[in-house]
């Protein structure tokens, strides 16, 4: 039996400040331990036996001088009571003694009740092993009890994080194989007041258009949810099929002032172009990508360019909830 201490502080749960560990590092020593327990139980049991049955044998030897100090002291076993109150006369009425049958007779009955004594003594022993044995086996059941609850949480756990971790990892696959839509090309005729806009599929997998939406504003900024009225929203009838590789355009008409447009080229107010491509995957869900788009004008000419500006919320790739 080895004792190993630690000495480490006590943290949240422990007794004491130090823990104390019971390492059993020898079967042998245990079991040998466990039978000298079980020995000096059983002895304890005889000997205990062994004297009440003295005891009670040296009572019967000395009953009748027991007999005679209780006659003595005002007992009344086997006597009767002459006189009168004031001047009592005890008459003591001995016994004859006992012939060889008799004392024959009490002897077998002796030995007889000395072999019941000595079962009795063997059958407390038997119940006191096995009532050991059992508080050994209860202890041993709780001990492995706690210990398959310790797993089976440690289990729990790990099955959370492996299910966590697998569902990642599909989310992962899943967005690979998915298509993706980035803005490849944005024009806009001042002439034929246009704005078109090329959408790539970058993806892996193509994908089936079913509607579309472009809106324009001049303004400074842009509220900071997007909204997309019905009658901007276009539906595809034919459901084209963008296809790895291709591209999607979207026109609109726009047909700005000369004064919209002068306040655009000094930067006064923003031109925006935002809306949202719904297209179907090959996992047959409905998404939709959104994009917002801001003009951003020449100093030195009429040009300008097309960047990716606006709020967050305009900005998204992500499922379709009916």
């Not at 009890?145 to 729990?156: A, D, M, V, Y």
């Not at 194989?177 to 892996?204: A, D």
């Not at 579309?212 to 034919?238: C, G, K, W």
């Not at 084209?240 to 080229?265: C, M």
Request: charge should be positive; hydrophobic fraction near 40%; aromatic fraction near 10%.
């Amino acid at each position: 039996m080895k004792i190993q201490f630690d000495s480490r502080p006590a943290s949240a749960g422990t007794f004491s400040v130090f823990n104390w560990r019971w390492v059993c590092q020898s079967k042998s020593l245990g079991c040998w331990a466990t039978l000298s327990m079980l020995t000096c139980l059983y002895f304890l049991c005889v000997s205990v036996s062994f004297a009440n049955t003295k005891a009670d044998s040296l009572c019967t030897s000395f009953s009748p001088v027991w007999s005679l100090s209780q006659s003595c002291w005002g007992g009344d076993p086997k006597q009767t009571s002459l006189g009168s109150v004031s001047s009592p006369l005890y008459v003591i009425d001995l016994s004859p003694p006992k012939s060889k049958d008799e004392i024959a007779q009490d002897m077998r009955e002796k030995e007889k009740k000395e072999r019941e004594d000595s079962l009795l003594v063997v059958f407390n022993g038997l119940v006191a092993v096995f009532t050991f044995f059992l508080a050994l086996s209860s202890g041993y059941l709780w001990l492995e009890t706690r210990r398959l609850r310790k797993i089976s949480n440690q289990q729990g756990e790990d099955l959370k994080t492996s299910i966590a971790l697998a569902k990642r990892a599909s989310e992962v696959a899943i967005a690979l194989e998915l298509p993706i839509f980035v803005i490849e090309n944005v024009t806009i005729s001042k002439m034929k007041g246009t704005l078109t806009i090329n959408l790539g599929n970058h993806g892996r997998t193509p994908a089936i258009i079913s509607s579309h939406s472009l809106l324009t504003q001049i303004d400074q900024a842009l509220p900071l949810e997007p909204t997309y009225p019905m009658a901007s929203v276009i539906d595809e009838v034919s459901s084209r099929i963008v296809e790895k590789g291709h591209v999607y355009e979207i026109s609109r008409d726009t047909h700005l002032s000369q004064d919209a447009w002068k306040s655009i080229s000094e930067r006064k107010t923003i031109l925006w172009a935002y809306g949202y491509l719904e297209y179907i995957d090959f996992l047959k869900q409905r998404r939709q990508a959104g994009y917002c788009l801001a003009y951003e004008p020449n100093r030195y000419d009429n040009g300008g360019k097309w960047v990716l500006k606006g709020p967050p919320k305009y900005t998204y790739d992500q499922l379709v909830v009916c």
